[in-house]
């Protein structure tokens, strides 16, 4: 987890001793979430999430200053990882990376939006999901009013 500018290793003792397995995010549902309020939903939803450290590093890059800092959520751990090389050369390097903690952590479920990243994840077994898929999950659960609501935010932001 990363402390200010320092990092702490912490492939999640805590998680052995979790009944369900992790779930990992990619950066793009967290963006695109965090750009219309609605971060918070996934803790709600997936309990802890799992990021690896490139995931961290681009949200810390492309989120406005101002914008939920991920130092801050409790309930997000940053993971050291290292991409699989076959994975690395296919897509950038967070989406091979999430796929790569997602694997290793055998996680209920990987959080990514990009076409070819979901279906290099789907082609290892990992079980998807979108920003779409989080945003219904949500209003099924009530945590949301409206997806379309939400939808037409996003559209209108560039998302």
């Given amino acids: 987890m990363y402390h200010g500018s320092m990092m702490v290793p912490t492939f999640l003792p805590s998680l ?5 397995r992790p ?6 549902p967290l963006i695109a979430l965090v750009e219309v309020g609605l971060l918070e939903v996934l803790p709600m939803l997936y309990g802890t999430l ?3 450290d490139a995931v961290y590093q681009e949200y810390q890059v492309r989120v406005p200053t101002g914008r939920s800092s991920l130092d801050t959520l409790t309930w997000v751990h940053t993971v050291k990882t290292i991409a699989e090389k076959d994975l690395d050369t ?3 390097i967070g989406e ?3 796929i790569t903690l997602a694997l290793q952590v055998k996680a209920r479920a990987l959080l990514i939006d990009e076409k070819r990243g979901r279906r290099i994840a789907q082609q ?8 779409m898929g989080i945003l219904v ?7 949301i009013p409206s997806v379309a609501l939400v939808l037409d935010l996003m559209i209108s932001q560039g998302r």
């Fill in 50 to 52: 799992c990021i690896p």
């Fill in 137 to 143: 999950v949500a209003k099924n659960k009530n945590l």
């Fill in 16 to 20: 052995n001793m979790v009944s369900e």
């Fill in 124 to 131: 290892h077994g990992l079980t998807i999901i979108g920003t």
């Fill in 23 to 28: 779930v990992v995010s990619n950066t793009t």
């Fill in 90 to 92: 296919a897509l950038d």
């Fill in 96 to 98: 091979a990376s999430a």
